[in-house]
């Protein structure tokens, strides 16, 4: 691309779409960083491709957009502890993350965003699933958005569908942190604090029980929420390759990395940005 223009291609009509015509190792102007900023929140999930950048430049990258948080649970890289390695080794069978979610939603202000970078990638598989958080609102119905309205849910870190993706890494890298619980209670209906937007914001990975109930009583409402915000039609699949990355709105995408290539080691870097209290 000529001078410091970028390229915008969605990926599907639901969310995602590929950045072109940047080198992320070489300086970035302000204008670009608008750029992609507005992108991000345009389609929820942008991606690079082709791009060769070291761990400081990632992390430098990531700070242009905003605070970087250190992951609550499992020790950051020892030189660079605000990247958080997300590993699968060949002979384990359950992948990190490895359930539809939101990073870190039991927090009391969860993060706004993050950046994954692939290090080390299995020969096939290991691709990840974005689904789109407005569209999950926005196509329920009005008796089912009117009775959402005003409830609560309560995100923890103990919630099984999560917490047994993370067993393998606590094992070897476990923070202080990790043996105690993390719960914090969020609207069910959020209001995206920069586009004003309502979305769905309950997930399978943390999401426990509405505020007030049981567990058992949120089952059904909640089981159909999880189902209904994962259509197809709201999703986008991101096959990664060397050099790529993948940079999200943690308000408005949910993500789930499929754990489809045992038998093989795949490493990632995460960073996570500072974000509010949902409201």
């Not at 929820?44 to 609550?72: C, M, N, S, W």
């Not at 359950?94 to 993060?111: C, I, K, Q």
């Not at 309950?202 to 259509?231: C, D, K, W």
Request: charged share 20%.
């Amino acid at each position: 691309m000529a001078g410091n223009s970028i390229s915008i291609e969605p990926m599907s009509g639901a969310i995602g779409a590929e950045i072109l015509g940047i080198d992320l190792a070489s300086p970035i102007t302000d204008q670009m960083i608008e750029e992609i900023r507005k992108a991000q929140l345009d389609h929820f999930v942008v991606f690079f491709r082709d791009q060769d950048i070291t761990p400081q430049q990632h992390l430098a990258f990531a700070k242009r957009f905003g605070e970087v948080l250190e992951y609550p649970l499992v020790k950051g890289l020892e030189d660079i502890p605000q990247i958080a390695p997300v590993i699968k080794l060949a002979h384990e069978t359950v992948n990190f993350g490895g359930v539809w979610h939101s990073d870190t939603a039991y927090l009391p202000e969860p993060p706004k965003a993050t950046m994954l970078v692939a290090r080390e990638l299995p020969p096939y598989g290991g691709d990840t699933m974005f689904a789109n958080m407005y569209k999950a609102y926005e196509t329920l119905s009005d008796g089912l958005k009117s009775m959402l309205e005003g409830l609560r849910a309560v995100n923890s870190t103990e919630k099984a569908d999560a917490s047994a993706t993370r067993e393998d890494r606590l094992k070897t890298s476990a923070t202080a942190a990790a043996s105690e619980e993390i719960a914090s209670a969020h609207p069910v209906v959020r209001t995206h604090p920069e586009t004003g937007r309502k979305l769905l914001y309950v997930n399978a990975g943390h999401t426990t029980r509405f505020e007030n109930m049981t567990v058992e009583e949120s089952a059904p409402l909640l089981n159909y929420l999880f189902q209904h915000q994962i259509q197809p039609e709201f999703t986008c699949r991101f096959r990664w390759q060397p050099g790529s990355i993948a940079f999200w709105d943690n308000r408005a995408a949910q993500h789930n990395p499929i754990n489809d290539y045992h038998g093989f080691k795949r490493v990632m870097h995460r960073v996570t940005l500072a974000g509010d209290a949902p409201s």
